[in-house]
């Protein structure tokens, strides 16, 4: 039950990323822009003192500052399996006794299930002060011109092990930080994400 309790807890922990296509928006330009929003949440004191940031983020507040959100060091396009597939993938079965939950709980972790929810296990292994810092500084962007229709999401490297997803749902682009040590070269990523089942493919401007 416990560890049931645990991975309810990592998917509250996340906003509900479903993907996207888009109509007339460059989503490359789109996800770029909610990363450098998230970079002048980062550097605001305002923004901090109102969310109630706490002096142990500290650390990973000063990383983040230093990098240059304009010019990402390469992009990614992710490609993500279905809900039930990735629950799948997360080894649930075996791990948080998937078999005892009711079919009704099962469909509401189906749903809640995303990007953010890999996302948020990956910073997970960085440290809590990381899982903190991703939920003060996500972002959520409006734009009526984004269409949703298939599942779209885009990472963004800045320095190694440290990068931006951006997600995109009909009318919003979400963003959150992703964080864990080498990364983001190639064999890293499919190491990383392999597991559950998240291909990826290099994109340029």
């Known amino acids: 039950m416990k560890k049931i309790c645990l991975f309810l807890a990592i998917i509250m922990l996340a906003l509900p990323f479903a993907g996207c296509s888009a109509k007339n928006v460059d989503l490359y330009k789109e996800g770029l822009s909610v990363a450098s929003i998230m970079h002048e949440m980062v550097n605001s004191e305002e923004y901090a003192d109102m969310m109630g940031v ?107 092990g440290i990068g931006v997803a951006v997600t995109f749902t009909d009318g919003l682009a979400q963003g959150t930080f992703l964080f864990e040590k080498d990364l983001f070269a190639t064999d890293e990523l499919e190491q990383t994400f392999a597991p559950f089942g998240i291909g990826f493919a290099e994109i340029k401007a």
């Open 54 to 160: 706490p002096n142990l983020l500290e650390d990973v507040t000063e990383r983040v500052k230093e990098l240059d959100f304009s010019k990402p060091e390469s992009v990614y396009k992710l490609s993500l399996p279905t809900s039930e597939e990735l629950v799948k993938n997360m080894g649930i079965a075996d791990t948080y006794g998937w078999d005892n939950i009711p079919d009704t709980l099962k469909t509401q972790i189906e749903n809640r299930v995303g990007f953010s929810t890999v996302a948020n296990m990956i910073n997970s292994t960085m440290g809590q002060e990381y899982i903190a810092f991703c939920s003060l500084y996500s972002a959520v962007v409006k734009n009526e011109a984004i269409s949703a229709k298939e599942p779209v999401t885009y990472l963004y490297v800045f320095n190694a």
